[in-house]
């Protein structure tokens, strides 16, 4: 499979998430590297284990959501696929080169195609007359995100760690970028890559909050917050980090110790005025 083919399939799935959510760097990106084709034997094996196993999964949800049976996502082999798909030792470790972000990119967008869909379990046999009412699908959020537990604790670190592999790939990417490509990224630009970036973290950080206190969920997206933030910061401009920081003061007032140390690294990170290549654009 060809990386234009092996893309132009992340596009198709991400169209079945009925979800208007953003790709973690933004759908212009990743529309302007699907143009770039590759031989099949380019494609590291790691990306098409991760193609096949998202293939599978998102059969497993669409037979467990015709069946009304949550429980399916919990058998051995649902949580097989989804350890492969978010597999951040194979996936984000290696040593990629900057030719390599298109890949990335599109693996960053098979975690949020997941996401989406178990978030939006069951959504399909509700009214649409109900789906209309905002009260109904927070709702609906509420119930899928307590009910799929295991799986956003693999999910939402996934995405979080994909979004941080990107930063040094994207900021080469924009540094030899031709007028004519970075105007391909639409109105937005760069800007657009910034707020989605901005917004993917946030977003991140009000899932932690929401859990319980001392759940494994909440811990490992403490962890990975920590892990995370420097990168993220880099790829934001000065102005937009304080909004960050803040967040994360409020959140670490209501963390225990040892939590609250990783969030105050985090702290640390949107505090410094280092600046990559997409944070100066």
Not at 103 to 125: D, E, I, R
Not at 177 to 194: F, I, K, S, V
Not at 268 to 275: L, P
Request: aromatic share 4%.
């Amino acid at each position: 499979m060809s990386r234009t083919s092996l893309l132009s399939c992340a596009r198709r799935w991400a169209g079945r998430a009925r979800a208007r959510t953003p790709l973690p760097l933004g759908a212009a990106l990743l529309a302007l590297l699907a143009a770039a084709p590759a031989m099949a034997e380019d494609i590291p094996p790691q990306f098409m284990t991760q193609y096949e196993a998202v293939r599978d999964y998102l059969d497993l949800v669409q037979a467990a959501e015709a069946a009304n049976a949550p429980t399916q996502m919990d058998s051995a082999r649902a949580m097989q696929l989804l350890a492969a798909i978010t597999n951040a030792h194979e996936i984000l470790a290696p040593d990629y080169a900057p030719a390599d972000l298109g890949l990335l990119v599109n693996a960053c967008q098979y975690g949020k195609t997941v996401s989406t869909q178990l978030m939006q379990f069951g959504m399909a046999a509700m009214p649409a007359a109900v789906l209309v009412h905002p009260g109904e699908k927070a709702s609906l959020d509420r119930r899928n995100a307590d009910r799929f537990q295991p799986q956003l604790g693999l999910l939402l670190p996934y995405l979080l760690r994909c979004g941080a592999r990107i930063q040094p790939l994207l900021d080469h990417w924009l540094s030899v970028a031709t007028p004519e490509q970075r105007a391909e990224l639409g109105p937005g630009g760069t800007d657009t890559l910034r707020r989605n970036a901005q917004r993917q973290y946030l977003e991140i950080l009000e899932a932690m909050r929401a859990q319980p206190a001392g759940s494994a969920l909440k811990r490992s997206l403490v962890r990975a917050l920590a892990e995370t933030a420097a990168p993220y910061a880099r790829m934001l401009q000065p102005a937009q980090r304080p909004a960050v920081s803040d967040a994360l003061s409020d959140a670490r007032e209501q963390m225990d110790a040892a939590d609250a140390a990783l969030l105050q690294q985090a702290i640390v990170a949107f505090s410094d005025d280092g600046c990559g290549t997409l944070c100066a654009s």
